[in-house]
């Protein structure tokens, strides 16, 4: 299993720009987060997706930032227009839910995208 | 909003020493995880505890879930240097969704 799969690992991009992150849950997993990390704010989380559906969006920041599932196997986080304040790691974790199983919705991480906007 | 205080914020040891962190929250979470993290990576899971007043241990480290479901306790014994990183707490509520502490970072001195 390759894991939690995120692109770009790194961006620098000036401000005004579209961002766009991608990742790739593992397979059989039917619950994908997005998390953003700052020094200042810790891990925050932006949104989460259960079966492709938006579960609870409430943690995204503002109309700039949108997530999509299109599938089970995919999921982009955009920022348009990108800001200076937008610069983090960018995380995407994956897990599976096994109803009144424990070890159930254990997250598992991938590495992060490391976005820097000018 | 739901949220947890992680203690605490840093430590800085001698190697061998043992370290003991807390997380807890206003609100009763249904899982409780502790993560760690190392420079340029995401975090990785150390344990999970699923009920009230479990008690897990994974190697030197040892995880309780406070009774109330509103606390949790990370303890590492006989600390070695490649233990650094920055350590979560996160609670789940049954809808799923996990909230992260802020994190405790910690240093070993060999």
């Known amino acids: 299993d390759a894991g939690v799969i995120q692109s770009p690992r790194h961006e620098v991009t000036e401000m005004g720009q579209e961002v766009t992150l991608r990742c790739k849950p593992i397979?059989?997993?039917?619950?994908l987060f997005w998390y953003r990390q700052t020094m200042m704010r810790g891990l925050e989380l932006l949104i989460y997706f259960n079966n492709n559906v938006p579960i609870d969006d409430s943690g995204m920041p503002e109309d700039r930032f949108s997530a999509k599932m299109p599938n089970a196997s995919f999921s982009t986080l955009k920022i348009q227009p990108s800001e200076p304040r937008d610069s983090a790691v960018y995380f995407c974790a994956s897990s599976r839910r096994l109803a009144g199983v424990s070890g159930a919705n254990v997250l598992t991480f991938g590495a992060g995208s490391r976005l820097t906007v000018l | 909003g739901q949220q947890l205080n992680q203690s605490p914020q840093s430590m800085f040891i001698q190697e061998g020493e043992d370290v003991s962190m807390n997380c807890t929250s206003s609100s009763i979470f249904n899982t409780w995880l502790w993560y760690k993290q190392e420079p340029g990576e995401g975090p990785v899971l150390l344990i999970a505890l699923y009920k009230a007043g479990e008690l897990t241990s994974n190697g030197r480290l040892t995880a309780q879930f406070g009774i109330t479901r509103k606390d949790s306790f990370l303890n590492i014994s006989a600390s070695i240097p490649s233990d650094v990183g920055i350590y979560f707490c996160?609670?789940?509520?049954?809808?799923?969704?996990?909230?992260f502490g802020q994190g405790t970072t910690l240093q070993v001195k060999p």
């Open positions: 996160a609670g789940q509520s049954n809808t799923g969704k996990l909230i």
């Open positions: 397979s059989g997993h039917d619950y």
